[in-house]
């Protein structure tokens, strides 16, 4: 009689530990995901910063590479300019151009 007792006991025990297993790994689980949600929100938000800092660099870079190429532009249709031999268009001061 006694060992069928423990024998009761010890598959008790046994189930128990297997639901508290099954808890704490769903427990883990949801800690995990909602971490990942987290860090997938900061991870947005240190993007939309970061681009939000760099836009106006980039606009004002574009501009740049626009002013340059429309600059190289007439002067290529002034004669004021010459290709290197790789393509590139380089601007030769000369006298003309300093306003001498």
């Not at 997938?40 to 740049?64: D, F, H, I, S």
Request: proline share 2%; with cysteine; hydrophobic share 35%.
């Amino acid at each position: 009689m006694h060992n069928n007792t423990l024998s009761t006991s010890l598959s008790i025990f046994i189930q128990l530990k297997a639901e508290v297993a099954k808890e704490v790994a769903n427990a883990r689980r949801k800690q995990h995901l909602s971490s990942l949600q987290y860090y997938c929100a900061l991870n947005a938000l240190q993007y939309r910063k970061r681009v939000a800092m760099m836009e106006p660099m980039l606009g004002y870079t574009r501009g740049q590479v626009w002013t340059v190429k429309r600059l190289c532009h007439l002067d290529m249709s002034l004669g004021k300019g010459k290709h290197c031999s790789s393509g590139f268009f380089f601007w030769e001061p000369t006298n003309d151009n300093w306003g001498g």
